[in-house]
Structure formats: structure tokens, C-alpha cells
Nanobody, 123 residues
Framework: VQLQASGGGLVQAGGSLRISCATS????????MGWFRRRAGKEREFVAG????????LYADSVKGRFTMSRDNAKNLVYLQMNNLKPEDTAVYYC?????????????????WGQGTLVTVSS
């Protein structure tokens, strides 16, 4: 299973960015997906999770109301739309595939991880 995150870059505070994750796994549509991030000097943390059919979503409190996760099962893609970005959102963002079908926030729920894409928010 390969997960390829893309779309990271430099954006000013208050701006928006959408990052994407493509997976090679043909059973992608059976699994929940998630986004995590690692900020400098901190542990990897949960950002957002989505169920296999996109009906259930979870968000970290720090991004709730600003970030939206979605998926396109026909294209094997998941997205993270990030609005009203803050400097503290600066991190490497990782996509991950859940072992199960639901939305999950625990790292232990995820079996496969992408390589990450860097998002930098300037003040």
C-alpha cells in the first residue's frame, strides 16, 4: 500500500490550502482514512478522520471549524481543506489508512502511512 500526500507549501496566516493523498490500494473504499501532523519538537498528532463512505468525520479541537476532510472513492483520493490557517498549523502533514471502516482518532487505528507534505504558515 502506498500513500502519497501532496499539495503542501507556504501560505500566509489567514490563507487557505488544500492537501491531497492518493492511495494505490484497490480496497481503499473499504477503509477509513485520516490526517495527522507533526509540528516541530512535538509528537505526531491527530488532525482529522473520515469513514469509508465519508459520512462520519472527526476533527481535532484545534482545527474544528477551519479544516474539512473529504474523500473521492472513485479516484482513491482524500483531501484536507485548510482555511484560516495559523502559524501554529505549520507542520508536516501525513495521511494514513485505517484498519477499519470508521473514522478514528487514535494512531493505533491506522495501518499505513504516507511520507508527509510540509505546510508552512507565515505570520
Amino acid at each position: 500500500v502506498q500513500l502519497q500526500a501532496s499539495g503542501g507549501g507556504l501560505v500566509q496566516a489567514g490563507g487557505s490550502l488544500r492537501i491531497s493523498c492518493a492511495t494505490s490500494r484497490r480496497t481503499f473504499t473499504n477503509n477509513g482514512m485520516g490526517w495527522f501532523r507533526r509540528r516541530a519538537g512535538k509528537e505526531r498528532e491527530f488532525v482529522a478522520g473520515i469513514s469509508w463512505n465519508g459520512m462520519n468525520k472527526l476533527y481535532a479541537d484545534s482545527v474544528k471549524g477551519r479544516f474539512t476532510m473529504s474523500r473521492d472513492n472513485a479516484k482513491n483520493l482524500v483531501y484536507l481543506q485548510m482555511n484560516n490557517l495559523k502559524p501554529e498549523d505549520t507542520a508536516v502533514y501525513y495521511c494514513a489508512q485505517n484498519r477499519g471502516a470508521g473514522a478514528a482518532s487514535l494512531r493505533e487505528s491506522y495501518a499505513y502511512w504516507g511520507q508527509g507534505t510540509l505546510v508552512t504558515v507565515s505570520s
